[in-house]
Nanobody, 118 residues
C-alpha cells in the first residue's frame, strides 16, 4: 500500500491550496495521520496531525491558517491551507501510522511541492 499526495503547486502569497493524501489500498489500524513539510535547507517539521478519536494538532506557525481533516471511508487526509506565506514554501509529506497486533508501521507519501511567491 502506498500513499499518494497531491494538490501542491505555485500560488501567490495570501492564496489557498488544498492538499490530499490517499492510500492506494486498505490500511488497517490507522490511528494517526499527519502532514509534515521540509523547506529548502530546513529540517522536516510536523505541520498538523489528526488522531483516530478526531483530535487535531496544528503547529503554531500554521494555526489559524491551515486545517487538517480526514475521510476515513476514503482513507484520505486533507490539509486546507489559507493565507499562504512565502515561508510556507516546502515539500509537504503525509504520514499514516498503523497500529495492529502485528506492531506499529508508518507509511509515507512521496511529497507534493508547495511554492508561495511574494
Amino acid at each position: 500500500v502506498q500513499l499518494q499526495a497531491s494538490g501542491g503547486g505555485l500560488v501567490q502569497a495570501g492564496g489557498s491550496l488544498r492538499l490530499s493524501c490517499a492510500a492506494s489500498g486498505i490500511i488497517f489500524g490507522v490511528n494517526y495521520m499527519g502532514w509534515y513539510r521540509q523547506g529548502p535547507g530546513k529540517q522536516r517539521e510536523l505541520v498538523a496531525s489528526i488522531f483516530s478519536g478526531g483530535s487535531t494538532f496544528h503547529a503554531d506557525s500554521v494555526k489559524g491558517r491551515f486545517t487538517i481533516s480526514r475521510d476515513n471511508a476514503k482513507n484520505t487526509v486533507y490539509l486546507q491551507m489559507n493565507s499562504l506565506k512565502p515561508e510556507d514554501t516546502a515539500v509537504y509529506l503525509c504520514k499514516f501510522r498503523s497500529t495492529t497486533s502485528s506492531g506499529v508501521k508508518d507509511y509515507w507519501g512521496q511529497g507534493t511541492l508547495v511554492t508561495v511567491s511574494s
